[in-house]
């Protein structure tokens, strides 16, 4: 499916849904609804059919979806969305395909997100890529010689979830740190550190630490040639990039780590052109 062909993209959250209409990897039109993640099944669903019909034409010739949680990507079943507990096990694929009569795509929001990079973003000429969403939790897409790769179970990435300190990864390297350490939420010591507050600056080089374990992970595993930063906390790099780069002189291979390029995402609208990227594939391209 070409990329110059209108394609809907669908970004699910526990609070929001986003919907854009795609076309040569700009959004023409979009919209925006609230979820009540604490609603039945069957509303959210509503929440979201009334957030599409609001942007879909006849134009579209495919949906793609990225959702928080472990998908069935060949059957296209979501299970145990984040934040929304009545999605226990949704047919989104077919429920979608059935409304709209258009072939639907559905994936990991993380795995939306590194396409997106590969399609129209920062990944463009890459074969091995990470992209890490820092956000609310930890979570990460990747792309092996030019293809998407998922694992058995569509839990490939979830490095998040990985046991660390008294925790989880995810605990340390994403939004819950700032909790944690600084008992306020991020975007607070974001908006504190752009004013020039010294212990916010301190907050996010302690961050940037936390993170760079989290890439060294990647590395030890993945190898990749190019790590993308999505989400709201990659807005504040250039106040955490010092400590994770100091982290990452542990690494073993230097030689390796000199050739690494580590990029922010630039890509406006990145979770929905992500979502729509899943209709162009991840195959080798």
Known sequence: MSSARPLLGIDLGGTKVR?????????????????DGKADEEVVLARIYDTIDRVIDDEVVG?????????????????????????????????????????????????????????????????????????TGLGAGIICNGCLYTGANCGAGEIGSIPYREHTLEHYAAGPFFRHRGGVAGDVVFERVKAGDEEALHLFLEYGRELGDAILIVLYTYDPELIVLGGSISEAYPFFERGMRDRLRDFEYQHALARLVIACSELADAAVLGAAALCLGAGPR
């Open 19 to 35: 919907v854009g209409k795609v076309v040569a990897g700009s959004v023409t039109r979009r919209a925006t609804g609230r979820i």
């Open 63 to 135: 949906i793609g979806c990225g959702v928080p949680s472990v998908v069935d990507v060949e059957q296209g079943i979501v299970y145990r969305v984040e934040n929304i507990p009545s999605w226990r096990r949704v047919r989104l694929k077919d429920k979608l395909e059935e409304r709209y009569r258009r072939p639907a795509t559905i994936n990991n929001d993380a795995n939306a997100f590194v396409l997106g990079e590969l399609h129209f973003g920062k990944a463009r000429g890459y074969r091995n890529v990470v992209g890490l969403t820092l956000g």
